[in-house]
């Protein structure tokens, strides 16, 4: 039976939860999905630049899965700004 998941604290909040190329329908773009905890590990890491150990802390969790956060929302806002994808931000269900 695995752990259950540590509740992950999340203090930033999107002022919009939506992000799309210009000049281009909603009704036509493929999405990308971001999770809270992803978009609060971006911007505890990338916004306001603290390491690693600080941001796990603040986000009480472990510096793996953090780690793992950090690569993922990276990756998922790589494929959309490369493949013009809109960017939507959602409270995950199990974490947050």
């Known amino acids: ?3 259950p998941c540590k ?3 999340v203090s930033g909040r999107p002022n919009s939860s939506y ?14 999905i971001l999770a809270i905890d ?4 971006l911007r505890l890491k990338d916004l306001l630049g603290l390491d690693q150990n600080k941001c796990s802390e603040k986000m009480n969790i ?3 899965t953090f780690h793992r956060l ?3 929302a990276r990756k998922k ?3 959309a700004i490369v493949n013009g994808k809109a960017i939507k931000i959602e409270k995950s269900s199990d974490n947050s």
Do not use: C, Y
């Open 77 to 79: 806002i790589a494929d």
């Open 1 to 3: 039976m695995p752990r």
């Open 62 to 64: 472990s510096q793996s």
């Open 19 to 32: 992000f799309k190329p210009a000049g281009m329908r909603k009704i036509d773009l493929l999405e990308s």
């Open 38 to 41: 992803e978009f609060e590990a």
């Open 70 to 72: 950090i690569i993922s």
């Open 7 to 9: 509740r992950r604290r």
